[in-house]
T-cell receptor, first 119, second 111 residues
């Protein structure tokens, strides 16, 4: 597609519920990133995929967070047993670049995000 | 944890004026990027400057980078109401794919 597509745009979950957030990157983009953005803050890195390989998951806040990209295109971020502190906007970004130095010479293309509210 | 800190955190100017935002960071970088985020939307990539570059222009945008001071500035000339948004700097370190964002500067351009 022309851009990075994320769904749903908004998600309200009851505390303890599992949620799955979808990201459809730009076709052919090798790199895919998930970021979490709390209100009034900058995005915080969660995890990075190069094709189907999850090369960096150092930002995932707990083992309740799980991400996958099984065929190297669409990615899903799953949050189990949601807590109120998980409320945030979850942003997905893709980049054509791979290798050393994130997006060297290229920026990321971000989706519009999924706003998750845990009640 | 956020690598960069933007300064000021909020800026309000009249349309037609120039807006300058600063970013400081802590570690050596491979490149530095600036992004814009309109309320409730995703981030839009504006400009990337590599660690061996000192200045870069794109339309009404001018970015400078001073690696000795670990700082960058973004200048928007002849601002327009449509420039109202939050602006983030993001740094990339050699050997790492991720970029690390600052907390952003909220710019308001008053028509």
């Amino acid at each position: 597609g022309a851009g990075v597509s994320q769904s749903p745009r908004y998600k309200v979950a009851k505390r303890g519920q599992d949620v799955a957030l979808r990201c459809d990157p730009i076709s052919g983009h090798v790199s895919l990133f998930w970021y979490q953005q709390a209100l009034g803050q900058g995005p915080e890195f969660l995890t990075y995929f190069q094709n189907e390989a999850q090369l960096d998951k150092s930002g995932l806040p707990s083992d309740r967070f799980f991400a996958e990209r099984p065929e190297g295109s669409v990615s899903t971020l799953k949050i189990q047993r949601t807590q109120q502190e998980d409320s945030a906007v979850y942003l997905c970004a893709s980049s054509v670049a791979a290798g050393t130095g994130a997006g060297y010479g290229y920026g990321y293309t971000f989706g519009s995000g999924t706003r998750l509210t845990v009640v | 944890s956020q690598q960069g800190e933007e300064d000021p955190q909020a800026l309000s100017i009249q349309e037609g004026e120039n807006a300058t935002m600063n970013c400081s960071y802590k570690t050596s970088i491979n490149n530095l990027q600036w992004y814009r985020q309109n309320s409730g939307r995703g981030l839009v990539h504006l400009i990337l400057i590599r660690s061996n570059e000192r200045e870069k222009h794109s339309g009404r945008l001018r970015v400078t980078l001073d690696t000795s001071k670990k700082s960058s500035s973004l200048l928007i000339t002849a601002s327009r109401a449509a420039d109202t948004a939050s602006y983030f700097c993001a740094t990339s370190r050699r050997g790492y794919q991720k970029v690390t964002f600052g907390i952003g500067t909220k710019l308001q351009v008053i028509p």
